[in-house]
């Protein structure tokens, strides 16, 4: 992870945001269509603003139990605002019977609700003198819960919550100091909806890997919650494999808290339906283990042309490569 300490943060530091008060806003749209554009991705001052924002959390989070002390702002409130309002949605739009099994085509009606009202509910998170930029933002919010044609999920979708987030970072709305929330209770909450989608539309992983992927769905929890257990006085890494331990502390833990999904969703042994994660247990140290999933991460979602394709790119999160 040599290389995380140069990444640009994207968080700003003072409340004065990346993107300048004359900036000119526009509505993202891929642009990696072959193999060959993955460099200009890596290249790109989106990929550099993105990491950067991850590594940041990272950096915030290590150490830190969920029911730690932290600054909630007002932004943080209307972001959880806007989750609950798409959890209610959820409710509203009970799956359908259908032949099929998976995929549930409700998930369809749901989206089209989002698809109409994105705007008006990243309007409500963004101060008012932000506005322009809800147009530009409101395509992550779209992008971040799965696709409606597959009625499927995976890791592009959470990363473009991830962007979404860093989006509101660089306008501004969400500041340094409130790191914690962004993943505590931010990042917490979108989890929580995303299960229920799952569940309620028995969504399909996107580009799953199957038993050698990490997780069907997610990878960013691992991340930021194996930084929570870095020098973890009695938790190691070979003890999320135990189910008391994960029981006693998913609450405060969100590697355990992943964990603790996986073992309600999946049957059989660990070992065999998530090698991966058995592997993970084997390193010594939460330091090496946070540092082994940032490196998959670049490697497994990030430089892969089926995640990246469908990357959009707007004047935030530029495709432009970073300036020198």
Request: with cysteine; aromatic share 10%.
């Amino acid at each position: 992870m040599a290389d995380a300490e140069h990444q640009s943060s994207s968080l700003p530091e003072d409340g004065i945001a990346s993107a300048p008060a004359n900036h000119s806003f526009k509505v993202p749209q891929k642009e990696i269509s072959m193999v060959p554009d993955m460099g200009k991705w890596k290249r790109s001052q989106a990929y550099a603003d993105y990491m950067g924002f991850i590594l940041t959390l990272n950096e915030g989070v290590k150490g830190k139990k969920v029911s730690c002390d932290y600054k909630v702002s007002e932004t943080v409130e209307k972001l959880l605002t806007l989750l609950d309002t798409l959890d209610r949605w959820i409710d509203e739009t009970p799956p359908i019977d259908q032949p099929s099994r998976f995929g549930n085509k409700a998930f369809r009606t749901w989206y089209a609700k989002l698809d109409q009202e994105a705007e008006a509910l990243v309007l409500a998170v963004i101060p008012a003198d932000k506005s322009a930029a809800a147009p530009e933002i409101a395509v992550y919010l779209k992008e971040a819960v799965g696709n409606s044609t597959r009625i499927d999920y995976g890791t592009g979708h959470e990363a473009a919550f991830a962007a979404f987030l860093c989006c509101l970072c660089k306008i501004g709305a969400l500041r340094v100091d409130d790191q914690l929330a962004i993943i505590f209770k931010v990042f917490d909450r979108y989890l929580q909806v995303m299960r229920k989608l799952q569940k309620t539309y028995r969504m399909e992983p996107a580009g799953s890997q199957g038993v050698w992927g990490l997780d069907d769905f997610q990878f960013l929890p691992f991340i930021w919650g194996s930084a929570q257990l870095i020098e973890h006085p009695t938790v190691e890494p070979k003890h999320f494999v135990e189910e008391k331990v994960v029981n006693d502390n998913h609450k405060d833990y969100i590697f355990l808290d992943c964990i603790k999904f996986i073992n309600e969703m999946k049957t059989g042994p660990f070992a065999e339906h998530s090698n991966q994660l058995w592997n993970i247990s084997a390193v010594p140290t939460w330091s090496k283990v946070n540092q082994g999933l940032i490196r998959m991460y670049k490697a497994e979602c990030l430089e892969k042309f089926p995640v990246i394709q469908h990357f959009k790119f707007g004047s935030l999160l530029p495709i432009e490569p970073v300036k020198p």
